[in-house]
């Protein structure tokens, strides 16, 4: 089959990596995925096969949403349901919470978890968490673009969030806590959305059927433009044999608009490569 990109929504309990069997077996061909969820979490995964897993990177900077369940007075040592209680503290108010949660700016230094996929010294920190060793994490600049509480069933504190690319929840519903005199862990987590793609369009990451559908149907001219920043240009017939031996003709750079940051360049409809503005090619399409 042709190669594609599939919205899938993953299950809890089941890993990111896991997530792609049904659509490796489907689809037979090379495939990848970009933003990793947790294996408690839940929610969109954006699948690549074929020639697109080279879109990896444009997807991975992509903002993202979360519905996630905060239970406080309790920490655990992975920062979510599958670690050890680390620590209890008494129960905050809401008026507290509140508080803590209009202390965030937009910007905001966050530690990631120990037990996180980072590199510390070229070893992903969960390994060093898991033998035991200290993990010394440096913080990172990650943006809190909004929040939403939706209930406060103490303990439990249900809360919608809108985040930047690298913001772990784990480590918000942490430092959150904190803030607010208490402690804290996710203890459900749920993706909605990624950049302009959401869940309710994503199909369950074990339907064979549904998984095969919507490869046969996809449309990566529409899929892409969804995206800010894309622009597309048309080539003509001597443009399309140019560009499908890596060579980009110099008129349809001068299209380029100064807004723009991928270029889908088409011939009679249908998508021939895209590029970067800069015309360094991401990904050249199948022909047929």
């Known amino acids: 089959m042709s190669s594609s990109v599939v919205l899938l929504d993953k299950k809890?309990?089941?890993?990111?990596?896991?997530?792609?069997?049904?659509?490796?077996?489907?689809?037979?061909?090379?495939?990848?995925?970009a933003g990793t969820l947790d294996k408690f979490a839940s929610g969109l995964l954006i699948a690549f096969s074929g020639r697109f897993t080279r879109l990896n990177d444009v997807f991975m900077g992509l903002g993202k949403v979360y519905d996630a369940v905060f239970e406080f007075g309790k920490e655990t040592d992975t920062l979510d349901p599958e670690g050890e209680v680390i620590l209890k503290a008494p129960l905050p108010s809401l008026e507290a919470i509140m508080k803590a949660l209009n202390s965030f700016g937009k910007n905001y230094s966050q530690t990631p978890p120990a037990f996180s996929a980072v590199h510390v010294n070229g070893t992903r920190a969960y390994k060093l968490a898991r033998s035991g060793n200290e993990v010394p994490i440096a913080a990172k600049?990650?943006?809190?673009?909004?929040?939403?509480?939706?209930?406060?069933?103490?303990?439990?504190?249900?809360?919608?969030?809108?985040?930047?690319?690298?913001?772990?929840?784990?480590?918000?519903?942490?430092?959150?806590?904190?803030?607010?005199?208490?402690?804290?862990?996710?203890?459900?987590?749920?993706?909605?959305?990624?950049?302009?793609?959401?869940?309710?369009?994503?199909?369950?990451?074990?339907?064979?059927?549904?998984?095969?559908?919507?490869?046969?149907v996809f449309d990566p001219i529409e899929f892409l433009s969804r995206l800010s920043g894309v622009q597309r240009i048309e080539l003509t017939d001597k443009g399309k044999e140019l560009i499908s031996h890596g060579?980009?003709?110099?008129?349809?750079?001068?299209?380029?608009?100064?807004?723009?940051?991928l270029i889908l360049f088409c011939h009679e409809g249908r998508l021939c490569s895209i590029t970067d503005a800069k015309g360094r090619f991401i990904c050249q399409a199948e022909t047929e």
């Open 12 to 33: 809890t309990g089941l890993t990111s990596f896991s997530s792609l069997g049904v659509l490796k077996r489907a689809l037979g061909r090379k495939c990848g995925h």
């Open 247 to 261: 060579v980009i003709p110099s008129s349809s750079m001068e299209e380029v608009d100064d807004q723009s940051s």
């Open 141 to 216: 600049e990650v943006r809190l673009e909004s929040f939403e509480v939706k209930d406060w069933n103490p303990p439990f504190l249900s809360i919608k969030l809108e985040v930047s690319k690298g913001f772990y929840v784990r480590s918000f519903a942490r430092d959150l806590a904190k803030r607010a005199g208490s402690c804290a862990y996710v203890s459900s987590l749920r993706r909605t959305q990624i950049g302009p793609y959401r869940v309710e369009d994503a199909v369950s990451c074990d339907d064979l059927e549904e998984i095969q559908r919507s490869s046969s």
